[in-house]
């Protein structure tokens, strides 16, 4: 298995098909210390080939296929993928590097403890571990202090998805000092309007109230983003807000 996928969870080939399939968003537990969540999309079927590292077995000459004829003269396709399903040895181990993939997403993650908000790649991580945790109070704790993904994230009617704009919501002070740096989420009360953003640069604040109304991000146009697919596209559509773990996701 080529070093920069890790394993986080088993998953049935019916739930593939059906609920957890490419550009669903799945959550899974890390290992290492914790058990820490992680939050990945289901990566797209050349993904699944990637993975797989054996030459000469790509799409349809891949050993894991199912025909159907008829459904294969109604779509014009000459065959279908069936999820990989990896043997395992008897420890428990999986022999055969064929994995479904996921890529992390959101990108964004809170600390509970000192509630700052910041990219994936700002946090600190142990090597070969996906749990990300904040080294400032995993000092002050025996634990580590595992950060969490984000509830919010944004779609269009096309069906892009990305992340929410955080530093478009807060809406920073003229001459702030850090535009894209960190952010602080903290809860101050119940429903959308106690959670507030703030910016520690300049100290803008916003409640997240009225962030799911349909003109939330009025000038903000999608950029096209699938992150199944590592890719994006044009796209004029609005973006809207939605919940992460939400079943219109």
């Known amino acids: 298995m080529p070093p920069r996928f890790l394993e986080l969870g088993e998953m049935r080939r019916s739930q ?8 669903a968003v799945v959550d899974f537990r890390a290992g290492g210390r914790g058990g820490a969540p992680v939050s990945v999309v289901a990566a797209g079927l050349d993904a699944w080939d990637e993975s797989a590292g054996q030459d000469g077995q790509d799409g ?3 050993p894991q296929v199912i025909n159907e004829p008829r459904l294969q003269d109604v779509l014009g396709v000459d065959g279908f993928r069936l999820p990989p399903a990896v ?4 420890d428990g181990r999986y022999t055969l590097p064929q994995r479904l993939v996921g890529v992390r997403f959101p990108q964004w993650l809170r600390c509970p403890g000192c509630r700052v908000l910041r990219r994936a790649d700002d946090w600190s991580a142990d090597p070969g571990d996906p749990a990300l945790y904040c080294g400032e109070c995993s000092h002050r704790t025996p ?5 969490v993904p984000v509830r919010f994230v944004t779609a269009c009617r096309r069906g892009h998805l990305d992340e929410f704009p955080w530093h478009v919501w807060v809406r920073h002070r003229p001459g702030c000092a850090n535009p894209d740096g960190p952010l602080r989420l903290t809860p101050t009360g119940p429903g959308l309007a106690g959670l507030l953003l703030g910016c520690p640069a300049c ?3 916003r409640s997240l109230d009225g962030c799911f109304s349909g003109k939330a991000f009025p000038g903000l146009s999608c950029r096209g983003r699938r992150p199944w697919l590592g890719d994006e596209e044009a796209c004029s559509e609005e973006p809207r807000a939605l919940l992460r773990g939400a079943t219109n996701v």
């Open 60 to 62: 349809l000459n891949h």
């Open 87 to 90: 043997p395992a040895d008897e």
């Open 143 to 147: 634990r580590r202090a595992h950060v």
């Open 203 to 205: 100290g803008a604040e």
């Open 16 to 23: 593939v098909v059906t609920t957890f399939g490419p550009g």
